[in-house]
């Protein structure tokens, strides 16, 4: 039997509606945009209490379904009320999981309590750099770019051998370590261990010189889900970061890839173009990556796929045995390689 897909249709109200759900799980979702979508050109400008009564209104109107809507109400209750001077801090990729946990987010909270950082690895797609600047805009948050050593550099000279999902020395050193760093030059507390210590322990840079502490520990927000993977589906709702040493909060985890992308497309938001042609967004020749999606890196961005092959060079092992190079190599003989390397505009719709 043929495995129907996720489909979604805008009715002659322009409204979104979710015709098919298709069979739950990641590997059998398909990507597709309502016909004729094209998305606002700001976030609605609503309180919290506004914002619960149109979700309810559009669950009952059949603009999204029960479930998702009971699970966006479910989210939002679970987030924590900040204490006087607290701030969220949402761990945003440009990914579709961090643009919901996002659209949550601003839900839930003013702008002015709302911190987003993008830890730059050096290696995103493209399309992720074009998108960011139009999110930005469209929620009307600003989101702080942090400058990371880059995974290039990282792999090539001070840790070159390849992550594994036990030890994914490129997720720590080029995402959570930068946003700690940042939190601390701020002036942000930490959520410390308390040990043997009679006295509670104080904030400390990763040199151990002590943290001038100017404002509470903000709350961390991030894009985990349940269903992505076996390993993430034993996260809690909430847990304290040991690198980040604040508490992180999963406002999707329970939400399944089919809610995410009704959600966003509910809610009328641009969304990252590099899912037309990539399941996954994450570093462009993210290690973790299925052999069919650097085949599609080295088909849209060569020069990315020669980044990758250089510092396979540099490691001097080839990836998951079988080489960014042999990919290049097989793409350049089947004249695949940058075939859809042509100028073009990017339309967010």
């Not at 701030?87 to 990914?95: I, Q, T, Y």
């Not at 100017?214 to 993977?229: H, N, T």
């Not at 996954?280 to 993210?286: L, M, N, S, V």
């Amino acid at each position: 039997m043929k495995q129907s897909m996720a489909m979604f249709e805008i009715n002659e109200n322009n409204e979104l509606v979710m015709s098919c759900k298709g069979p739950v799980g990641e590997s059998h979702f398909q990507f597709s945009v309502p016909v004729g979508y094209t998305p606002t050109d700001h976030m609605p400008n609503l309180t919290f209490e506004q914002w619960k009564l149109k979700i309810r209104n559009a669950a009952f109107a059949g603009e999204i379904s029960a479930e998702l809507a009971s699970k966006i109400l479910a989210s939002l209750d679970r987030l924590p009320d900040l204490e006087p001077g607290q701030k969220v801090c949402a761990s945003f990729s440009n990914g579709k999981d961090s643009e919901a946990m996002m659209l949550l987010t601003a839900i839930k909270y003013p702008p002015d309590r709302i911190m987003a950082l993008f830890a730059d690895t050096k290696d995103e797609w493209p399309e992720t750099y074009d998108f960011q600047p139009v999110f930005e805009s469209w929620i009307g948050i600003p989101i702080t770019t942090l400058e990371t050593e880059g995974i290039h550099e990282l792999l090539r000279h001070r840790m070159p051998f390849w992550p594994m999902m036990k030890r994914r020395h490129c997720t720590k050193n080029c995402k959570m370590i930068p946003q700690r760093d940042y939190l601390d030059q701020q002036g942000y507390d930490q959520i410390r261990l308390q040990g043997r210590a009679k006295n509670p322990p104080k904030a400390k840079f990763r040199s151990g010189e002590l943290l001038d502490v100017k404002y509470p520990a903000p709350v961390m927000l991030c894009g985990e889900r349940w269903s992505e993977s076996a390993n993430r589906s034993q996260l809690p709702h909430d847990s304290r970061d040991d690198v980040i040493l604040r508490y992180t909060h999963r406002p999707v985890l329970e939400f399944r890839i089919e809610e995410i992308w009704e959600l966003i497309f509910w809610m009328r938001a641009p969304y990252n173009q590099v899912y037309h042609f990539v399941r996954r967004c994450a570093c462009a020749g993210c290690p973790f990556a299925s052999e069919k999606e650097i085949e599609t890196l080295g088909e849209h961005h060569p020069d990315k796929l020669d980044e990758w092959c250089e510092t396979e060079r540099y490691i001097n092992h080839p990836w998951k045995g079988i080489g960014f190079s042999t990919i290049r190599a097989r793409l350049i003989r089947s004249g695949r390689y940058g075939r859809m390397a042509v100028s073009k505009e990017r339309k967010y719709a």
